[in-house]
């Protein structure tokens, strides 16, 4: 499976509260959600983002709230891949959970740019930034977390029998 | 292809080693032993949601479909957060909660008018026990651990696959030490020790792993204290946070009604990524400024900040406890001109409590604004949002951007005490300010 899109970034300790506000979350639509993504960090996210975007990030991306609309704002904003030094391990477990890949990979996430033609593989792990040419190796997923994000997220794996 | 959760035969001829973290997931997952960084599959004892998160879980469960919960006394679902109703969404998603709880027969389905804040809620009905593990689709699902469990936050699709299965997977944590010695000075809590240990560590200090409280400073903190403390533990980016069993807390599971409990202690070669020793007569009064929970200072370390509003309730601090401190530090006393101080008992019993106790008399009095239990301004949801360039002193949990309202507001992080005495004086205070 592969993902290419432009790289859209931000810095260290991106919350849930920015992602996806409180006073959005008396809805579960996926669209209405999406249509309020990074608003309080970022005002133009949801007119600049394309339908294949990677969205690269410091450490601890994510962080704070367990709410899952905001992977599921991300995903259905049309981001295809969040790349980051390290992910909150509420959102990282729910990205996995509803389908949004997921890679932490220090070097990438320090060295891509704002605006930079990013694609990955996620068969051979390796994400490569065709702006800049450089190349990066990111650690495979265990191969059950894997199968979750192939299915499209936990319920569909539970579904197609893979639990 | 399946997936299998294979026991790490290799691992298991170590029988020992395990923090008290591990103990409880490897007896949840039918194992004799985990180590970190294994996934296992494990059965849950309590599955909890609440009105923003269930509704989430309830559209998963039948994608699943699935036609009935795995445990009708094993979930609970609490309408906290924006409740009573704010809007019509709001009142449209808790009555798709209490329609789902009505159909699959959920017997812990708190409505508004018996509902408290969820993790004072969930203690004070005896619902969680030491040994469980219980899975919330909310962060701070950690406070349980201040009882001896293990307890973690999730997201709605664990949720529904937990309502449906009574299972969850997990990758088995490795934990922080924290030795606790001394006891707390006067005015000083648990919510003073949690932000000095955030402040330390920072908000990824614990990231994956477990905060195991340990020493003989943990029978010096009153329940309500590791309560405090263990509800933070996810502000440092911790799995979870758990304390020591001892006779305090089997006390207060008695009182509870609990079921009875299991007692689980880390094993003495238990292996720990580091090891922190506090000394709590050293902690001071502590306040968390803007905008990361990370950010802590003690006074001397910043100068005046006037305020507009307090806080004073919350999961974190809403508990008896906390309003008596409150009301001490205010009665006789009124509210500074220019700040609205709001109290929000985080349950109908607490609330009685002190309405029987005269604490709710000395607030009002004081020109307090008292409500009824519910998240409510914490998360920025209603009961108290702030204007652009305001700024609130909280017991809440969390002080990110815009989280209790205009992305140009602010929120600081402190302790009931703190929040007291910054509501008389209408700039963060200590309570030796305003106490004669």
Known sequence: MKVNGNAIKYGDNVDTDVIIPARYLNTSDKKELASHCMEDIDKDFVNKVKKGDIMVGGKNFGCGSSREHAPIAIKESGISLVIAKSFARIFYRNAINIGLPIVECEEAATEINDGDKVEMDFNSGVIRNLTTGKEYKSEPFPSFIQSIIESGGLVQAVKDGKF | ?436
């Open chain 2, 1 to 436: 292809m399946k997936i299998k959760f294979i026991p790490i035969t290799e691992r298991n001829r170590n029988m020992s080693k395990m923090t008290m973290t591990q103990k409880i997931l490897a007896a949840h997952a039918g194992l004799e032993s985990v180590t970190a960084g294994q996934l296992i599959l494990a059965n849950v004892d309590m599955v909890l949601g609440n009105d923003i998160t269930s509704p989430v879980a309830i559209n998963e469960f039948e994608r699943l479909g699935s036609k009935s919960v795995f445990d009708k006394k094993k979930i609970s679902m609490v309408m906290d957060h924006f409740v009573p109703n704010k809007d019509i969404k709001a009142a449209e998603q808790t009555k798709r909660c209490r329609c789902f709880a009505g159909d699959m027969g959920i017997e812990n389905f708190y409505d508004c008018g018996e509902m408290g804040v969820e993790h004072a809620l969930l203690p004070e009905k005896g619902l969680v026990t030491s040994g469980d593990i219980v899975i919330g689709a909310d962060s701070h699902t950690c406070t349980y651990g201040a009882l001896g469990a293990f307890s973690t936050g999730v997201g709605s699709t664990d949720m529904a696959c937990g309502m449906a299965t009574g299972k969850a997977w997990f990758k088995v944590p490795s934990a922080i030490r924290f030795v606790l010695k001394g006891k707390l000075n006067k005015w000083v809590s648990g919510k003073d020790v949690i932000l000095h240990i955030i402040g330390k560590i920072g908000v990824d200090g614990a990231l994956y792993k477990s905060m195991e409280f340990t020493g003989e400073g943990v029978r010096e903190l009153s329940v309500s204290d590791r309560l405090c403390i263990a509800n933070m533990a996810i502000e440092a980016g911790a799995k979870n946070g758990i304390f020591e069993v001892d006779e305090k807390t089997l006390e207060f599971l008695e009182s509870v009604g609990a079921k009875k409990p299991v007692v689980y202690k880390a094993d003495e070669d238990a292996e720990y990524e580091r090891t922190i020793e506090i000394d709590l007569s050293k902690i001071e009064p502590t306040v968390a400024f803007p905008h990361l929970p990370e950010n802590a200072k003690t006074f001397g370390e910043f100068d005046d900040v006037k305020i507009d509003q307090v806080v004073i309730g919350s999961c974190t601090n809403g508990r008896y406890e906390d309003l008596e401190i409150a009301a001490e530090v205010m009665k006789g006393k009124k509210v500074a001109d220019n700040v609205r101080a709001i109290v929000i008992p985080a349950t109908q019993k607490i609330y009685l409590d002190a309405m029987e106790n005269g604490l709710l008399k000395i607030f009002i009095e004081a020109g307090a604004a008292v409500s009824t239990p519910t998240c409510g301004p914490c998360l920025g949801g209603h009961m108290g949002i702030l204007a652009k360039g305001e700024r609130a002193v909280a017991t809440t949990n969390r002080n990110f951007v815009g989280r209790m309202g205009h992305p140009e507001s602010e929120v600081y992080l402190a302790s009931p005490a703190v929040a007291a005495a910054s509501a008389i004086t209408g700039k963060i205070s200590r309570p030796e300010e305003v106490i004669d």
